[in-house]
C-alpha cells in the first residue's frame, strides 16, 4: 500500500517534467527520425554523391573521434597520476586551470587558441618579428591538428576529474601490501592499482570518445567546412543547400550511435564498483621523493602549463593589446580599445547589432534555461525519492539528452516546429528551452544525490515538533541541498551561456547570442573585428571561470597544499 501511495506521489511530481521531455526532446528527435527514414522515399529520394557525403562525415567521425580519445588518455592518464597520487606547490591551482576547460565555450577555446597560435597569434606575430617574415610561419587553423589539439585541451579534464579523483581515494594501504608480498611495482599496478580503477578509466575513455564524436564548434571554428563531421554535415546540409533529407538521416544515425554509447556507459558505471573502501580526498597524496617521480612531476606540470594556461593567457593578453601596422612589423599597445568598441555602432550601419547586445541576450537566455533547468530538476529529484521501482525508467529519460548531440537538437527543433512562416518568430523563444534540456542531465546528477541523502526520519521528526508538512521542503529540505542547488544553477547557467550547436540553428541575425557573434566577428576581415572577438571571448572566460571558481569552493575542503 506505500509503495503505491509512493509510485502515485512521484507521478504527481513527474507530470511536468515528463509533458517537457516529451514535447522539447522526443517529439523533434521523431521529426528528424521520419524525415530520414519513415517517410515514404525518404531514403530513395536521396542524391548518391550526398549519400557518399554523408559516409565521409561518419568515417572522418569516427576517425577524428579515435584519434582525439587516444591522445587525450595518452596525455590524461598521466595527468590523473600526477594530480591522484602527488602532492606539489600549486597543485590545487594547477587543477583548477587543468579541469576549467571542461565547461569553456567552444567559442573561446577556439578564440584562445587563435589567439596563440593563429595566424594574428602571439607566437605568430613574435616569428614574423625576430624572423624578418611577411607571412605566418604556422598555419595551424584548417588542419586536423588543430581539432585534437582543442579536443585534448578540452577532454584532458575529463581524466584528471574522473581518473584523477578514483585514484586519489584510492588507499594506498592495499599498494604496500602487495609489496610487502614481493610484488613489484609493475605487478602492483597491473594487478592491483590498475583493476580497480579500470571502471573509471573505461568511464573517462567513453565520455571523451562521445563528446569528440559529438563535437560541432571544435570542428566548425578551428578545422573549417573541409573537415566535415557528421555534426557540420548536418550543419552545411541544413542551412546551406536546405537539404534536410540526408541532414535528417545523418542526425538519426549519429543520435543511435550516441544514445549506444551513453547506454553503455551508464552499464559500466551501474556494473562497477571497488570492492575497497575508498580513502577521504586527499589522504592518498604524497610528495614525491625520488629523482624519477620529480622530474615526472616537473615534466607534468610543464606540459599542463603549456596545454590549458598558455592559450587563455595568450587570450586574455590579446585582448588588451592593439596593433598599429600590420604583420609582425606592427607595434602593440595595452589598451582597453577593444572593449570599448563591443558597444559602439563604429560605421552606423543599418543591419547591425552591438555586441554588447549579444551579451544581454545570452545572459537573458542563460537565466531562463537555469530557471527551467532547476524546476524540472528539482521535479525529477523528488519524484525519485519516493520511487525505487519508476526511477530508473525516469533517469534513463533524462540522461538521454546528454548523449544527443545540441546540433541534432537544433534540427529537430527546426523541424518541429517551423510548420509556418510565425511560428518561426517565436525560434529565440526555444533556445533557453533548448539550453535547459542539454543542461538537465548534469543538475539532476547534481541535485538528485543531496535530496536522496535527507533521511525519512528528520521530516518525521519534523512533524511531531510541530512543523506543517508544507513547509518541509523550506525549512528542512532546501538549507540542506543550498549548495548543491548552487553548484546546479552555475553549471546550467555556464552551459546555456556558452551553448553553439543548437544555437546556430534557431537563433536569428537580428537577435545573436555571444557565441554567435564571436562566431561571425572572426569570419569578418580586420583588426577591429577580430579585437571584438577577443574581447567577447574575454568577457564569456571570465563568466564561466567565475562560475567555476564559486563551484570549487562549494566542494568539500580538499586538503591544502
Not at 521542503?473 to 553548484?487: A, F, G, H, N, Y
Amino acid at each position: 500500500m506505500a509503495k503505491r501511495k509512493n509510485n502515485r506521489i512521484a507521478i504527481a511530481f513527474w507530470i511536468i517534467p515528463v509533458v517537457f521531455l516529451l514535447v522539447f526532446y522526443f517529439y523533434p528527435l521523431l521529426q528528424v527520425a521520419a524525415r530520414s527514414l519513415i517517410q515514404p522515399g525518404a531514403l530513395s529520394d536521396i542524391d548518391p554523391s550526398n549519400l557518399r557525403t554523408g559516409l565521409r562525415s561518419i568515417r572522418f567521425s569516427l576517425w577524428q573521434a579515435f584519434l582525439s580519445t587516444a591522445l587525450t588518455a595518452f596525455i590524461g592518464f598521466p595527468a590523473a597520476f600526477l594530480f591522484g597520487r602527488f602532492r606539489f606547490r600549486g597543485r590545487n591551482v594547477l587543477r583548477v586551470f587543468s579541469t576549467l576547460p571542461f565547461i569553456l565555450p567552444t567559442v573561446v577555446v577556439a578564440s584562445a587558441f587563435n589567439a596563440l597560435l593563429g595566424n594574428k597569434g602571439w607566437i605568430n606575430l613574435l616569428l614574423m618579428r625576430f624572423l624578418n617574415l611577411s607571412q605566418p610561419p604556422i598555419n595551424l587553423f584548417g588542419t586536423l591538428g588543430a581539432i585534437i589539439l582543442a579536443h585534448v585541451f578540452y577532454n584532458t579534464s575529463i581524466f584528471i576529474r574522473v581518473v584523477g579523483s578514483a585514484w586519489e581515494r584510492l588507499d594506498r594501504d592495499i599498494e604496500h601490501a602487495a609489496r610487502i608480498l614481493s610484488a613489484s611495482p609493475w605487478q602492483t599496478f597491473t594487478r592491483v592499482t590498475l583493476p580497480l580503477l579500470l571502471p573509471s578509466i573505461t568511464s573517462a575513455i567513453l565520455l571523451v570518445f562521445l563528446f569528440d564524436f559529438t563535437s560541432f564548434g571544435v570542428i566548425l571554428l578551428m578545422g573549417g567546412a573541409q573537415f566535415a563531421t557528421m555534426e557540420v554535415e548536418i550543419y552545411i546540409q541544413t542551412t546551406q543547400f536546405l537539404n534536410l533529407k540526408i541532414a535528417g538521416l545523418l542526425a538519426f544515425i549519429q543520435l543511435v550511435f550516441s544514445i549506444a554509447l551513453t547506454s553503455l556507459g551508464r552499464r559500466i558505471d551501474a556494473a562497477s564498483f571497488t570492492p575497497i573502501m575508498p580513502v577521504p580526498s586527499g589522504k592518498g597524496l604524497r610528495q614525491p621523493k625520488s629523482i624519477p617521480e620529480k622530474i615526472f612531476v616537473l615534466l607534468m606540470v610543464f606540459l599542463l602549463v603549456l596545454l590549458t594556461i598558455m592559450p587563455l593567457a595568450a587570450l586574455v593578453t590579446r585582448s588588451f593589446m592593439t596593433q598599429t601596422g600590420a604583420g609582425g612589423s606592427g607595434t602593440f599597445a595595452f589598451s582597453l580599445m577593444n572593449f570599448q568598441r563591443i558597444f559602439v555602432n563604429e560605421r552606423d550601419a543599418l543591419f547591425f547589432v552591438p555586441p554588447f547586445i549579444a551579451l544581454r541576450n545570452s545572459g537573458l537566455y542563460a537565466l531562463a534555461a537555469m530557471l527551467i533547468a532547476l524546476a524540472v530538476g528539482i521535479l525529477i529529484a523528488a519524484g525519485s525519492r519516493q520511487s525505487d521501482r519508476l526511477r530508473a525508467v525516469m533517469e534513463t529519460m533524462v540522461m538521454l539528452p546528454l548523449g544527443t548531440s545540441a546540433v541534432t537538437l537544433g534540427l529537430g527543433y527546426m523541424l518541429a516546429f517551423s510548420a509556418s512562416r510565425a511560428s518561426v518568430a517565436f525560434y529565440p523563444l526555444l533556445i533557453p528551452i533548448a539550453h535547459a534540456l542539454i543542461a538537465l542531465p548534469f543538475v539532476v546528477r547534481i541535485i538528485q544525490p543531496a535530496i536522496n541523502a535527507i533521511p525519512a526520519s528528520q521530516h518525521d521528526a519534523a512533524v511531531v515538533l510541530g512543523i506543517p508538512r508544507g513547509e518541509l521542503w523550506r525549512k528542512i529540505d532546501l538549507p540542506i541541498i543550498k549548495k548543491p542547488l548552487i553548484t546546479a544553477a552555475i553549471y546550467a547557467f555556464a552551459i546555456s551561456l556558452g551553448e553553439f550547436g543548437a544555437t546556430t540553428f534557431l537563433s536569428r541575425p537580428e537577435i545573436p547570442t555571444l557565441p554567435v557573434a564571436i562566431f561571425r566577428y572572426f569570419g569578418l576581415p580586420g583588426q577591429e573585428n577580430y579585437g571584438k572577438a577577443l574581447a567577447m571571448s574575454v568577457i564569456l572566460l571570465s563568466a564561466c571561470a567565475v562560475g567555476f571558481i564559486v563551484i570549487e569552493k562549494l566542494q568539500p575542503l580538499r586538503e591544502m597544499d
